[in-house]
Each structure stands twice: as structure tokens, then as C-alpha cells.
């Protein structure tokens, strides 16, 4: 079975895991954030994976961070992924998405060097509230 974008809103009561998308160290816009997946509107957020696919190798730092909120980081912070090693970090969570649908973002900032490699895959896992 593959991984859609998109969640099915009939399915109430029942995890449902999306890939959200990928970015890679020169994503468009990544230093701001970059639109991954629509959460429909009386959804809980349960858990998000980034899978670090190719390590990021900026000079000093590389933070990479997923969420909703401004900062874009209320679903994976800065220390929840180790951006300069392959590996799958995950965090689990409880965040209701309310009358309206949320944007899962994510972003990559890095100083020093500019990194000349790094990518990463994103998984959302929510489930519909019922009404």
C-alpha cells in the first residue's frame, strides 16, 4: 500500500499515517518553511517521523524542525532530529487541529559553510475526532 498525501476524513477513530513530503538542504524557501500537508479541520496529530535520507552537512549548525505553529517547531524541535546522521526521528504528540486545518511545515536553517547535501522525508500520523 503506498503513503498518499492526503488523510480520508470518513475514517473517525482511526490512526492514519501520511507521507507528508521531503525536503532537501536546497528546498525553495526551506529557510522559511516549506508546505508539506493539509490536516483536515477535527483531527488529532498523534506523531510525526522525519527520516533523514541524506546526513545535511552545513559548516556549524543544521536544524531541521516540523510543526504548525510560527516557529514551526511545535511537532519535531530542534533537538528532536539529528540532522547530520541517516536515521528515522520521531516524536509522539497530542495536537488537535480544532474547526479549521492545519499546515504541517517544514523548515531547515544552517550556519557556517553552506551544507552541500541533506534530505529528509516527512510522516504525519493523525486520526479524525468524532463529532
Known amino acids: 500500500m503506498k503513503l498518499t498525501n492526503k488523510f480520508n476524513d470518513g475514517a473517525c477513530g482511526i490512526e492514519q499515517a501520511v507521507f507528508a513530503g521531503a525536503i532537501k538542504f536546497n528546498t525553495a524557501n526551506v529557510a522559511t518553511g516549506v508546505a508539506l500537508v493539509d490536516v483536515p479541520a477535527n483531527h488529532i496529530i498523534t506523531k510525526v517521523v522525519c527520516k533523514v535520507t541524506a546526513a545535511f552537512d552545513a559548516g556549524t549548525t543544521n536544524v531541521l524542525t516540523v510543526g504548525t505553529d510560527a516557529e514551526l517547531d511545535d ?35 544552517q550556519t557556517g559553510t553552506a551544507a552541500a547535501a541533506g534530505a529528509a522525508e516527512v510522516y504525519v500520523f493523525a486520526m479524525r475526532l468524532p463529532e
Open 75 to 109: 511537532l519535531l524541535d530542534a533537538s528532536a532530529v539529528t540532522e547530520g546522521t541517516v536515521g528515522a526521528y520521531q516524536a509522539n504528540t497530542w495536537l488537535e487541529t480544532g474547526a479549521a486545518k492545519k499546515t504541517v511545515k517544514a523548515k531547515y536553517t
